[in-house]
């Protein structure tokens, strides 16, 4: 079992950043693929990037490529996702996700195993 705690979420500007962190606890965080998702109001949760267990590889939803960046510390059981760039668009739920089966790279929401319970990030126009 694996608990996730986002932060980071926030109102912001278009054209801003914003950077979550994604802490995790329970079993090695390290043995786990990670990704984030979105969800906006109305709207199914989709993709937005993952990394492997190991961080040497990422993979991002065209929409966010080139103004958002995956990243994570496993000695400090954190996974991180830089935002640039902020469109309103970007207006969403962001949740953190774990997927204990490695399926990497994968944007399927069943395939991610443990949740966190999300972070409200807001872009005004």
């Known amino acids: 079992q694996v608990q996730l705690v986002e932060s980071g979420g926030g109102l912001v500007q278009a054209g801003g950043s914003l950077r979550l962190s994604c802490a995790a606890s329970?079993?090695?965080?390290?043995?786990?693929?990670t990704g984030w998702f979105r969800q906006a109001p109305g709207k199914e949760r989709e993709f937005v990037a993952a990394i492997n267990w190991s961080g040497g590889n990422t993979f991002y939803r065209d929409s966010v490529k080139g103004r958002f960046i995956i990243s994570r510390d496993n000695a400090k059981n954190t996974v991180y996702l830089q935002m640039n760039s902020l469109k309103p668009e970007d207006t969403a739920v962001y949740y953190c996700?774990?997927?204990?089966?490695?399926?990497?790279?994968?944007?399927?929401?069943?395939?991610?195993?443990?949740w966190g319970q999300g972070t409200q990030v807001t872009v005004s126009s």
């Open positions: 996700a774990a997927d204990r089966d490695r399926l990497f790279p994968t944007a399927r929401v069943n395939a991610y195993d443990y």
């Open positions: 329970g079993r090695t965080f390290s043995n786990y693929d």
